[in-house]
């Protein structure tokens, strides 16, 4: 079911909640200011974030039960919980990438935090733009589901042959250009991106974190974005779903930082919903799968993954014990 729900009501009432969302959060930051994040308080904003999207979920059901009748309110409200699913539990990697940036500048986990709301605000306007274009291809030239497809399948194969791959953050082409066109200062100067200095301006290591952080988000959302279309090619869907899953980024970072081993088979997982996601895709003109079945499917082997790797790190902390 691709209906579009939206109306220019919802898209400008959506637009003022992140505005909202992305200003409330900002201004926690500062009044809070630098200090090391607890496991209790990102244990709290991760539970805020994550209940936030369930009652905008709960809200469209009704709006849509009341509005559009109960089968769409039912497809749809299935749609923004399968998108969101998946999206969050892609952003997982993201953290894993954004530690390995963190220790690779050797940023003080009291300015993380910094780093980690600017570049979800990076994120958004880069997602929404790549959502939109994503939106008008996928109107203009149905075959591109093939591609995308194609591309998660590959993407997910690629993931199962090599889970621990890292990237390259020293042979990255941004981090080269600005080490060689600005003046990059050897020591952070607190939360500033950039100062003077006798007249001439110098850009401090935690702006070429921020820069690096924004270009790697938009990288994920290259497998991220094709595979919320898989469910669902509702626009106002696949924005929210996305964008909600942003929102939570920096209260997840600080949430499993530290328990970035013990979601070692997490990889996996996602590989195998890229690759069921990428079959979907591809087939979606001969056999369509129910969304409800996707969903199962989903969460079914996230969670799968999660538990695995919880009880084999649980075992590898059992037998160093007892050694």
């Known amino acids: 079911m691709n209906t579009d729900i939206a109306n220019p009501w919802m898209w400008g009432g959506f637009a003022l909640f992140v505005v909202v969302a992305l200003s409330a959060d900002i201004f926690m930051l500062e009044r809070e200011g630098a200090h090391r994040v607890s496991a209790g308080e990102a244990v709290r904003w ?34 923004f919980f399968t998108g969101y699913l998946i999206e969050k539990s892609l952003s997982v990697d993201n953290i894993f990438v954004f530690l390995l940036i963190f220790n690779s500048f050797g ?14 605000v990076v994120a958004i306007v880069l997602r929404a733009i790549m959502i939109l274009i ?7 030239f149905h075959w591109i589901l093939y591609l995308f497809g194609a ?4 993407t ?52 070429v974190v921020v820069i690096i952080i924004g ?43 530290d328990m970035a081993a013990r979601f070692h088979l997490l990889k996996y997982g996602l590989a195998i919903v890229l690759i069921f996601i990428g079959v979907k895709m591809l087939i979606v ?18 969670a799968a993954s999660v538990a695995l790797s919880w009880l084999s790190a649980k075992s590898h902390d059992q037998g160093e014990h007892n050694t």
């Open 215 to 257: 270009i790697t988000d938009v990288l994920f959302a290259v497998d991220s974005i094709p595979a919320i279309f898989a469910i669902t090619t509702d626009p106002f869907i696949v924005m929210t779903s996305n964008i909600f899953a942003v929102l939570g980024l920096r209260a997840l970072y600080f949430l499993i930082a």
């Open 285 to 302: 003109d001969w056999f369509k799968i129910p969304v409800f079945f996707s969903l199962g499917v989903v969460t079914l082997v996230l």
């Open 151 to 154: 591309f998660l399948l590959f």
């Open 107 to 120: 940023v003080p986990q009291i300015l993380q935090k910094e780093a980690i709301i600017i570049g979800i």
């Open 156 to 207: 997910g194969l690629k993931m199962l042959a090599v889970p621990e791959h890292d990237p390259d953050i020293e042979g990255n082409a941004a981090l080269r250009w600005m080490r060689g066109h600005l003046r990059i200062s050897g020591e952070f100067h607190g939360e500033r991106l950039c100062f003077l200095q006798e007249g001439r301006r110098w850009f401090t290591p935690l702006f």
């Open 46 to 79: 991760s539970l805020f974030w994550v209940a936030l999207a369930l009652v905008f979920n709960a809200g469209l059901w009704f709006w849509l039960d009341a509005s559009a009748g109960r089968e769409i309110a039912n497809v749809k409200a299935t749609e």
């Open 134 to 140: 994503g939106a008008w291809l996928i109107g203009e």
